[in-house]
């Protein structure tokens, strides 16, 4: 913690947290967030979190980037992201978190293994792990697009062509 206090002591206006919060228990992990939050606020210092942990996510970011294998499938402020996902792959990432209100048994899980970075798919990095996924998602790479108000989607079915899929 000394060494923290240190680069902290110059008062920087980026803090770079690489799952910060990661085998840690609860009361740790609220400690560390509650610090996080003052430094944020007491030196105006930009927090960028990176974390697989969503709980984490949703106390402490402003603003969310998904990322699958190095390429960011869904970009909106964290409000949007948990009412409104639409990237496949954020879909499964929130429906692998335990809620107590749903009464679920099993969480979900999202089929499929993660290519490597040695054999990239061509089309879109998703598609081979996504139920929605067709011959253009296959053959090439979506555009990361704006869906409306800022939320952006590397995804060929939004709007529209996902509902009709649907």
């Known amino acids: 913690m000394k060494l923290s206090a240190i680069a902290l ?3 920087p206006k980026i ?8 085998a ?3 009361t740790i992990e609220a ?29 402490v970011c402003d603003t969310v980037n998904v990322m699958y294998m190095g390429q960011i499938v869904e970009s909106c402020d964290v409000f949007s ?12 990432l929130l429906g692998s978190v335990p809620r107590v209100e749903t009464g679920r048994e099993r969480l ?13 798919p061509k089309g879109c990095r998703f598609a081979e792990r996504c139920s929605r996924a067709t011959a253009r998602c296959k053959a090439s790479m979506p555009p990361l697009v704006d869906a409306g108000e800022g939320h952006l989607v590397r995804c060929f079915l939004t709007g529209k062509e996902a509902a009709d899929h649907e």
């Open 9 to 11: 002591s110059c008062q």
């Open 31 to 59: 400690q560390i967030m509650r610090l996080m939050k003052q430094l944020r606020d007491t030196f105006g210092t930009s927090i960028l979190m990176i974390t697989h942990n969503l709980g984490v996510v949703a106390k």
């Open 108 to 120: 979900k899980n999202i089929p499929g293994t993660v290519p490597t970075l040695y054999d990239v």
């Open 15 to 22: 803090l770079i947290c690489d799952e910060p919060t990661t």
């Open 81 to 92: 992201l948990f009412e409104r996902p639409l990237h496949p792959y954020t879909l499964g």
């Open 24 to 26: 840690l228990d609860v």
